[in-house]
């Protein structure tokens, strides 16, 4: 209900509407859209009302309220059932508990902040209000070798979003980092689970540093990181982005079900900044690979060649970018 009132007050923003005309075109009573209005206003968005002529929109909260990405949100099915917090945890953590219960795929789970909010390799992802921090569940019929396709699909699918939509000119550094010039805008944590050799579900989650301050950083974590907003030098609209990434996030796993991972590596090898570059990949243990990075396989292992003119595949770990 909330989402079909604020759609008329979007429709209706440059003018007032009377309280009757938002019921009747709903079929509600008078009394549920005032109920609903001091919702909208209790969630901080800003209504002008006069007696004789109703209701008009002054001022939206940009926040990442359910009935605000359901409002217009043009996919089938990922992101028809949301679960948001003001704070939590980690959206992962939260994902994993609902698919667990059996929550459908295309729930997603998002939140302004989170307090534990967690990154590849055991690393702490810091949440602050301003990001989109997202997780989506996914039920594909595939072995559970290949769930790390879909961390390389979800970065193509987050580098064309902030490419197409925000007209940013966006890599990717191997497996999964989104870079805006040689600075990390989004990261991408997968995790899946598998019983008796089938996956379950897969968590996809995706952490964007949308109206995010990287100043207020501790100074490791800010020499490396940018956000849309001191990239563009404005305020984004959260759920708008939010909206564009699920259609071409729809599309792009609808593809990847079709059995198309091919084009879609494809796609990832045009946006990589990694492959032609001189990388040094950090493994557990302190072990370091380096080498030049000349390809990536089907499963998204790194080929790098190295000094010596060997090749060698690396599976996973952090990769530096280094200068030639
Ligand atoms: C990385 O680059 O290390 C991955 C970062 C992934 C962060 C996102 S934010 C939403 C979801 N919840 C988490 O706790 N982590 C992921």
Known sequence: MLEKILEILYQNQNKHILPDEIASTLGINENEVKKAIQTLEDDGYTLEFTPNSGYKLKKSPNLLLPYEIKNNLETDYIGHEIYYFEEVDSTNNVAKKLAEDGAAEGTIVIAETQTRGRGRRGKTWLSPTGGVWMSIILRPNIPPAEAPQLTLMTGVAAAETLKEECGLNVGIKWPNDILIGSKKVCGILTEANAKFSTLDYVVVGIGIDANVDPEIFPSEVRKGATSLKMELNKEIKGPLLVQKFL????????????????????????????????????????????GEAIGITQNGALILELEDGSLRKVISGECLHVKK
């Open 247 to 290: 259609k071409r996030f729809e599309s792009t796993y609808n593809s990847f079900k079709e059995g198309n991972f091919p084009e879609i590596l494809n796609e990832w090898r045009k946006l990589s900044k990694t492959i032609g570059s001189d990388v040094e990949v950090r493994k557990q243990l302190g072990k370091v690979v380096k």
